[in-house]
C-alpha cells in the first residue's frame, strides 16, 4: 500500500531504556466466584506508587485453579509468551501445566513496553523490560494466596509453603489456588513483594514448555490473525499502485463486479478495494480490475540508479557520528591501509503470514483484530483516520505467523489502509483486509539498500591505527513519529549501531553517513543496522588480521581488552567450535561476533567450498544474554536467527526497476530451504547473574561475516556485493 498518510505524533513517546526498577504496587479485584486478579502497575516510581493509582492485572487465577498470564507483548513466533509465563509462574509457585495466556488489551497506559512508553514488542525489549514486573506480579500473587489461607486456617503466614501450585501447612491443611482465589482477592496486595533468589528458582532456567505449541502443532482453528472468522465478515483485496508515490486517477470496475461473490468495489488514498463475500473472489475480482494510476510524483528510479547516486556520496564527508583520535593522521602515517566497499541490497521481512486486518466500524466505535506489534500506534492511527477518540477503538492483539519487524510500523499503514475502506463502505459489518504474498513483496517495507566504505591503517607492527567508516543508506525514523526521540544531528542510530558503540580499540576512528532520499519505504528488519555494520565491521577486521599475519580471533581478543563480556563469547565459541584444530579437509572456518541488543553473540561457521557455491555445514554459536530464562527458547532464537541471517546473505534480494519491485513472490525473493540449513547447529548459553536481556535478534548479524570469513579462508577473497549468489568477492 502506498497512500500519504499524515504523519502521526504519539505524545510521550520516551525509547529510552528506564533506569529505575521499584516494582509497582500490585491490586485486587473481583467478588464472590469471580477469582483473583492482580498486576503490577507499570512505571509507577517513589511516592506515586505508594499512593496507589489506576492498575492493571498480570495475573488472572480462577477458581478452577488456572493461572492466566496477560501478556503484553506480541508473540510472533519468538516465545515472549512462554516467557512472561514462566516468570510469573516462577514466583507464584505455578506448575507449568495449569498455566495458560492471554493477549492484554489496548491500554496504553497499563500494558506499555517500559523502554517504549508505548506498547508495543520490538528491539528484543520483552523480557528485558518486563522482569522485575512479571516476576512482582507472580510474587505478589502467591503472598496474597498464602495470607487468604493463613485467615482461612488460623495460623501464621510464614508457616505455610506454596509447591507445586498448591498451598499447605505443616498441619495437613492443604488447598489449590482455586480454593483460595476468591479469599485472596479481600487482602491487602504487598508493595513490595518479595522476590525469590536464584538457588530458589525452579522454572527459571530450566526450559519451561511453550506454551503456543499444542495449538500451533495441531493446526487448531483461530489461532493466528489471519484466522478471524466471524458472522458477516467479508474479506477484502486491494489494488495497490505498481510504484511508491502514485495515486489513483480513475478505474473500471465492471468486469471485477462480473465476478460470483462480489460485493462492492471502492476507490480511495488506499487503491481499490474489492469486497467479497471470501478471499478468492475478491482477488479474483482485483486482478480484473482496469485501473489508470497518476505516476507524475512516483519513485521511478531503479537499483542501478540508486547505486550509482550512491556511489557518488560515498565519494564525500559525511555527517559525522563518531569520532575519536586523529584519523586522517593515523591513515597517512600507516605502514600499510586496506579499503573496502560493500553493497547491502534491499531485504523484505516475508513472514509466513502475510499482514492482515479485520475491522468492525458502526460509525462511533472500532474494533480491531491483528497481529498487533505496536497496538498504540495502530489504536491512534485508525483513530485518526476515522475521526473517533482513542477510548472508541479498541485492538485486539492476535498471534501472527512470523513479523521480523514487518508489522512494526510507525504509520500503522496496513491498520489505516483497512479503516479508510471501512470509513468509506460505510456498513456496520466486519471487513477483513488480507495482503497476498506479492502485496507484500512488491509493495511492502523493506531493510534498507546500504554501501558503505571502510579504509582502515596497520602500522608496521600489525596492529590498527585508525578506522575510516561511512555509510549511505536510508533513514528507518526520518519522518515517523519517532524521529525526534531517534535521529540526532542528522543522524539516524538504527543506520550506523554496531559502529558508533563497537567496543574495539582502534586508535582513531571516525564514522560518517549519508542519509538519502529514496521514495522506497524502509523499516526495521531483524537486528536492524547490526545486519549490515556487523557484516561490514567483522570481515574487515578478518582483512586486517590477515594483513597483519595473525589469527583472526587472537587479533580480535588484542582489540577487545576492555570489553570482558565480547571477549568470553569469543574464547567460548573458540573452544566449541575447535577453533585451535584444523578443520577437515576441504572445510574453512571463519569467526565473528556482534553485540546488539544488549546481548553477545559470537558465531563460527564452518562451510565447504566449491565452483562459487557455499554450503554451510556446521555452526557454533556461544550467547550471553544475562539470566538464561528459558535455555530451550534462547536455543531456538538463535537458531531461528541463523537461519534467517543466512538465507539473507546467501540470496536474499528486494531490486528495482523503474521504481517497481522486481519479486513478486518466493520463486523470486527466494527464501532458505531446509536442506539449505547447516548440517549442524550448536548453541551454547554462558552462564550468568546480569539481568535478561534480548534473544530474537541478536543471533542474526554474526552469520553473514562468519560465513564470509570462511569464504575468505576457502578463496582469499571477501564477498563485498550481498547475497553471496552474485559471485561479487573482491
Keep these: 500500500m502506498r497512500p500519504t498518510m499524515t504523519d502521526l505524533r504519539l505524545p510521550g513517546l520516551a525509547p529510552t531504556p528506564l533506569t529505575a526498577t521499584r516494582r509497582g504496587i500490585l491490586m485486587a479485584f473481583g467478588g464472590a466466584g469471580a477469582g483473583l486478579i492482580l498486576g503490577t502497575m507499570p512505571g509507577l516510581r517513589g511516592a506515586k506508587a505508594a499512593q496507589g493509582g489506576t492498575f492493571n492485572p498480570f495475573v488472572r487465577i480462577a477458581p478452577d485453579g488456572t493461572v492466566t498470564v496477560i501478556v503484553k507483548h506480541l508473540d510472533k513466533g519468538q516465545g515472549i509468551a512462554t516467557g512472561l509465563a514462566t516468570l510469573v509462574a516462577e514466583e507464584l509457585d505455578a506448575t507449568h501445566d495449569q498455566v495458560v495466556t492471554e493477549f492484554a488489551p489496548s491500554i496504553d497506559a497499563d500494558y506499555k513496553n517500559l523502554y517504549f512508553g508505548i506498547m508495543g514488542t520490538g528491539g528484543s525489549t520483552g523480557i528485558a523490560n518486563s522482569w522485575d514486573q512479571y516476576r512482582g506480579a507472580g510474587a505478589a500473587a502467591r503472598a ?54 536464584p538457588d530458589q528458582w525452579v522454572h527459571i532456567g530450566k526450559s519451561f514448555p511453550r506454551v503456543d505449541v499444542p495449538n500451533k502443532s495441531h493446526g487448531a482453528p483461530d489461532t493466528f490473525a489471519i484466522d478471524i472468522a466471524m458472522e458477516g465478515l467479508r474479506t477484502v483485496a486491494i489494488a495497490r499502485p505498481p510504484k511508491w508515490g502514485a495515486t489513483l486517477a480513475s478505474f473500471d470496475a465492471t468486469a471485477a463486479k462480473g465476478v460470483r461473490g462480489v460485493i462492492d468495489v471502492i476507490g480511495g488514498p488506499f487503491g481499490v478495494a474489492v469486497i467479497a463475500e471470501k478471499t478468492w473472489p475478491a482477488i479474483k475480482a482485483r486482478d480484473l480490475l ?43 602515517g600507516a605502514a600499510q591501509v586496506v579499503e573496502a566497499e560493500y553493497l547491502f541490497p534491499y531485504l523484505a521481512h516475508a513472514p509466513m503470514e502475510p499482514l492482515d486486518t479485520t475491522i468492525l466500524y458502526d460509525g462511533t466505535r472500532a474494533q480491531i483484530w491483528t497481529g498487533a506489534q505496536m497496538p498504540t500506534v495502530d489504536l491512534m492511527v485508525a483513530a485518526g483516520v476515522l475521526g473517533l477518540s482513542p477510548e472508541n477503538v479498541s485492538v485486539t492483539t492476535r498471534w501472527a505467523g512470523g513479523s521480523f519487524g514487518r508489522r512494526a510500523v510507525a504509520n500503522a499503514h496496513y491498520v489505516a489502509e483497512a479503516a479508510m475502506v471501512a470509513k468509506a463502505w460505510g456498513r456496520p459489518e466486519p471487513l477483513k483486509v488480507i495482503w497476498t504474498r506479492e502485496d507484500d513483496l512488491k509493495g511492502g517495507y523493506y531493510r534498507p539498500m546500504y554501501l558503505h566504505r571502510v579504509r582502515a591503517g596497520l602500522d608496521a607492527a600489525g596492529n590498527v591505527t585508525g578506522w575510516e567508516h561511512r555509510v549511505v543508506g536510508q533513514s528507518i525514523i526520518a519522518g515517523t513519529a519517532f524521529e525526534a526521540a531517534i535521529v540526532k544531528n542528522g543522524i539516524d542510530e538504527t543506520s550506523v549501531e554496531g559502529l558508533t558503540d563497537a567496543t574495539y580499540a582502534f586508535g582513531a576512528m571516525q564514522v560518517e553517513l549519508h542519509t538519502t532520499k529514496v521514495g522506497v519505504p524502509v523499516l526495521w528488519w531483524r537486528s536492524v543496522g547490526h545486519t549490515h555494520t556487523a557484516y561490514a565491521m567483522e570481515t574487515m577486521v578478518d582483512q586486517l588480521a590477515a594483513a597483519a599475519g595473525r589469527d583472526p580471533l587472537d587479533f580480535r581478543l588484542a582489540l577487545l581488552k576492555d570489553d570482558p563480556r565480547k571477549t568470553a563469547v569469543l574464547k567460548l565459541v573458540a573452544e566449541k567450535a575447535g577453533w585451535t584444530t584444523p578443520p577437515a579437509a576441504g572445510r574453512f572456518r571463519g569467526i565473528a561476533v556482534q553485540k546488539s541488543f544488549g546481548t553477545y553473540v559470537a558465531e563460527v561457521a564452518e562451510i565447504t567450498y566449491a565452483n562459487g557455491q557455499v554450503k554451510v555445514e556446521r555452526v557454533v554459536c556461544a550467547v550471553d544474554c544475562g539470566v538464561a530464562v528459558n535455555p530451550d527458547n534462547i536455543r531456538g532464537q538463535m537458531e531461528g536467527g541463523i537461519g534467517y541471517g543466512l538465507g539473507a546473505v546467501l540470496k536474499g534480494a528486494i531490486t528495482l526497476t523503474g521504481g517497481a519491485v522486481d519479486q513478486a513472490n518466493f520463486d523470486g525473493y527466494d527464501p532458505l530451504r531446509m536442506s539449505e540449513m547447516p548440517t549442524e547447529i550448536e548453541v551454547h548459553i554462558l552462564p550468568s547473574t546480569d539481568r535478561p536481556t534480548g534473544v530474537g535478534e541478536p543471533g542474526v548479524p554474526p552469520i553473514g561475516p562468519a560465513i564470509a570469513n570462511a569464504i575468505f579462508k576457502a578463496t582469499g577473497r571477501h564477498p563485498r556485493r550481498l547475497p553471496f549468489t552474485n559471485g561479487d568477492f573482491a
Design 290 to 332: 482496469e485501473i489508470t494510476w497518476d505516476e507524475s510524483a512516483a519513485e521511478t528510479r531503479g537499483s542501478a540508479e540508486l547505486e550509482a547516486e550512491y556511489r557518488a556520496l560515498l565519494a564525500t564527508p559525511g555527517a559525522v557520528a563518531r569520532t575519536e583520535g586523529d584519523v586522517a593522521g593515523a591513515l597517512a
Design 144 to 197: 496474597m494466596l498464602v495470607a487468604a489461607a493463613a485467615r482461612a486456617w488460623g495460623v501464621p503466614a510464614a508457616e505455610i509453603v506454596v509447591v507445586q501450585g498448591r498451598i499447605t501447612h505443616p498441619s495437613g491443611r492443604t488447598a489449590g489456588f482455586g480454593d483460595m482465589a476468591d479469599a485472596a482477592a479481600a487482602e491487602t496486595p504487598p508493595a513490595e513483594p518479595v522476590l525469590k533468589t
